[in-house]
């Protein structure tokens, strides 16, 4: 259920690279962000949206707050969107079936939550999470200019868990590789500093660049 609760080699503005090197507005983009717990990989996701510029501001919040510790983190993580003029959107399961404004740029947190939740609430996909969640974010990718989606690196704790949580893994691992794939932007919050692992959006503007001044 789903119900609303808001460079290098090229001159940017808020809408991307200006006319300089021929260059138009860049095409929506899905932009992949990834960390470990507290790294603060949810203020640069924020950080992110703004930057896109002047966009309705979708936050789509993923946690079901099942017990005292998720109503204090929905709690932190709202204060933290307070003046960003975020409209917040509740989806647990179904994230196909979420409709949002036009001209909006969302903000998916996070994808962790989610597949939990398609897998084991009584109305989620169960084995078919991992079809349910792509299919959703193409859902969203359809409807926004700008969908940031927030994904949690849960893979390299060295501990040996039960057969459910290892096919929980399994599941989030395949859903982040396909998200990867798609992103034009895939980057990895470590300590707070971003590090980028993808970015065919500057590979482009390099080939530009260089097909520009080959031409001079």
């Not at 507290?38 to 079901?64: C, H, L, P």
């Not at 989606?149 to 060295?158: A, C, H, K, L, R």
């Not at 959006?201 to 031409?215: I, N, Q």
Request: include cysteine; glycine fraction near 6%; hydrophobic fraction near 35%.
């Amino acid at each position: 259920s789903a119900s609303l609760v808001g460079s290098e080699m090229c001159i940017r503005d808020r809408n991307g690279c200006l006319p300089a090197l021929g260059l138009e507005r860049k095409d929506k983009m899905i932009t992949l962000i990834t960390g470990g717990s507290g790294s603060g990989k949810s203020a640069y996701a924020e950080q992110k949206v703004v930057e896109f510029g002047d966009f309705n501001r979708i936050y789509i919040a993923t946690m079901y707050p099942f017990d005292e510790e998720s109503h204090q983190r929905i709690a932190r993580h709202r204060a933290m969107r307070a003046e960003k003029n975020f409209s917040t959107v509740e989806c647990y399961v179904g994230l196909k079936n979420v409709k949002i404004p036009k001209h909006s740029c969302v903000l998916l947190e996070c994808l962790s939550n989610l597949t939990a939740n398609e897998m084991f609430q009584e109305n989620g996909a169960k084995e078919k999470v991992v079809e349910e969640i792509l299919e959703g974010v193409k859902n969203l990718n359809k409807q926004a200019e700008q969908v940031v989606i927030v994904t949690n690196e849960i893979f390299s704790d060295g501990i040996e868990y039960d057969e459910e949580t290892k096919q929980y893994q399994k599941y989030l691992g395949e859903i982040n590789a396909r998200l990867a794939a798609w992103a034009k932007e895939v980057t990895e919050v470590v300590y707070g500093i971003p590090v980028q692992q993808k970015n065919t959006a500057v590979s482009y503007t390099h080939l530009r660049a260089h097909e520009t001044s080959a031409h001079l």
